[in-house]
């Protein structure tokens, strides 16, 4: 089983990114759980969510221990940092997330997601930038189960909407990729 | 998934008003009712229009459904109780969060004496279903529209704010005919061309409510027969078992498979029907096993019913997370491990 905890503040598209990954992992065929937890605002409070994949049924939704966190804010660091898994990965938005890793006995992996964003000219994806990264740092599932998923739930939406999430998408998987 | 579960379950009549962590439900509600012949969705003013709204569906015939999450659940119970006296088929849900008071909007088990003690004023039962993941939010959905409309009782489905705020893949069970229900002769819709009827709870009359307490007690013998359920999971060489229902149950199926892996033998019985108790399931597991522990995500509850149905023949011991907070499997395997080297029946 691997649990990924997707943490950030309302508004960047936290939810969004772990119901995508859920959809694309339920849609492989493997045993999910999705869990969100945010505050009551709309925009500015915490918001997180968890995905616990398994071939085997799940027991307990809550990520006591993520294998993986997707990270979008300061707090969030401050609140996973100590939880995470040895040997797991962080995937950290370095635009925005000033705050240093100080465990060892982890893996980081610095996205620059804001900056990139901004380069395409589209700040909204940045959080699809993320998503990329930790699809193809993670290899929990394909970039084409993500992006069918995307599709499925942007039905009815406008087309451009999927063309800049695709975008998105690819960028973070590069940027990943020519790190390795 | 009980809006959707409940829509194919036959559900016509939809009445709520918002509270954090169900609103999923009552969203969902309000988009798909537009879309169904005869269906209707009504946001209430309060939690108690939503309930006599109930009543009134109810009356005319529907299969009708209200949901809330605590707080809004208390106060609920006066129409549950007239649901209960007019003899009234109603699903009623409620997604537990901590209290008491407003409490949080965190999972919590706290309403269960609520829930399986009646809840409202009077001398009645409600049947209580209480589900451990989203596959049987949907059966169970199913199952409450028709313990209700074959027993002419509310029934209550008691959920967490777990599921109400989790998602997981489930398979709904197929859409229902509702033209091919039951008739049911009672009902009131316009009294052209035959005697009016007239359904009612003031009864001043002491015999007459006498006679309805006897009758509504004759039905709770039947509910209490027919329809006891319980799961068994990895009983039958077990030395000790964990007794937990819902999202405490799901936690302390991760925390056995563990314990099993460390070689000790126990196992879990979780209740699907909290009233009416399964005593039965629970006495015949007694036969082989002498220690059970309780695991609740409240203070001690459900223990209670744990203990009169074995009636101290066995070793009950208790665990209890209140408030909203959520046990790990590890946290609940470790108590398991601990008690059962303390009771030493690793030497069985």
Not at chain 1, 10 to 21: D, K, N, S
Not at chain 1, 78 to 107: C, P, Q
Request: hydrophobic fraction near 40%.
């Amino acid at each position: 089983m691997k649990k990924t905890v997707f943490a950030g503040f309302g508004g960047q598209g936290v939810l969004m990114m772990g119901y995508a990954f859920a959809m694309a992992v339920m849609n492989d065929g493997k045993h999910i759980t999705y869990l969100p937890a945010y505050g009551a605002e709309m925009r500015g409070g915490t918001a997180n969510c968890t995905v616990a994949v398994s071939d085997e049924e799940i027991f307990s939704p809550v990520a006591s221990a993520p294998d993986y966190a997707v990270i979008l804010s300061n707090p969030s660091l401050i609140k996973y940092e100590s939880m995470i898994n040895n040997g797991g990965t962080v995937f950290i938005n370095s635009s925005l997330v000033t705050k240093e890793v100080s465990r060892d006995d982890i893996h980081i992996v610095k996205v620059p997601a804001g900056d990139m964003a901004r380069k395409l000219r589209n700040e909204r994806i940045s959080n699809m930038i993320m998503l990329g990264a930790f699809v193809s740092g993670s290899q929990l599932t394909s970039m084409e189960s993500i992006l069918d998923a995307l599709a499925e739930i942007t039905k009815g939406k406008k087309a451009t909407l999927m063309k800049s999430n695709k975008k998105g998408l690819d960028a973070g998987a590069e940027y990943v990729l020519q790190g390795v | 998934m009980i809006g959707e579960a409940a829509i194919r379950a036959g559900c016509r009549f939809y009445a709520g008003y918002p509270i954090t962590p169900q609103n999923e439900l009552t969203e969902y509600m309000a988009r798909s009712m537009d879309n169904i012949e005869d269906g209707t969705f009504v946001q209430a003013e309060s939690e108690i229009a939503a309930i006599n709204m109930v009543i009134g569906a109810s009356m005319a015939g529907a299969r009708a459904m209200t949901s809330s999450s605590s707080p809004g659940i208390s106060l609920k119970q006066e129409g549950i109780s007239f649901l209960a006296a007019q003899e009234l088929p109603a699903v009623i849900v409620n997604t537990m969060r901590g209290g008491p008071g407003l409490g949080n909007i965190a999972p919590s088990q706290g309403d269960y004496f609520q829930a399986t003690r009646g809840g409202g004023h009077g001398d009645y039962r409600t049947i209580v279903l209480a589900p451990d993941s989203g596959q049987e939010l949907a059966d169970l959905t199913r199952t409450a529209f028709e313990y209700a409309d074959k027993y002419r009782s509310p029934v209550l489905m008691l959920a967490d704010g777990m599921m109400g705020q989790m998602m997981e893949p489930v398979v709904f069970p197929e859409p229902i005919d509702v033209s091919l229900l039951p008739h049911k002769p009672w009902t009131l819709g316009g009294a052209e061309g035959r005697p009016s009827r007239i359904i009612l709870s003031l009864l001043l009359n002491p015999a007459k409510q006498e006679e309805l307490n006897w009758k509504l007690e004759r039905k709770y013998e039947t509910i209490t027969r027919e329809i006891p359920k319980a799961e068994k999971y990895m009983t039958d060489d077990a030395h000790l078992a964990v007794i937990a229902y819902g999202t405490a149950a799901r936690i302390a199926k991760g925390a056995v498979k563990r314990v099993r892996e460390m070689g000790l033998k126990v196992g879990l019985f979780r209740p699907i029907t909290l009233w009416p108790y399964p005593k039965n399931d629970l006495r015949d597991l007694s036969r082989h096993i002498r220690d059970f522990l309780v695991f609740e995500m409240n203070t001690g509850q459900m223990v209670e019913d744990v203990k009169l149905s074995l009636e101290g023949k066995s070793n009950v011991h208790f665990y209890g997370r209140p408030g909203g907070t959520i046990s790990t499997p590890d946290e609940i395997a470790k108590m398991i491990n601990t008690l059962y080297h303390r009771q030493n029946l690793e030497e069985e």
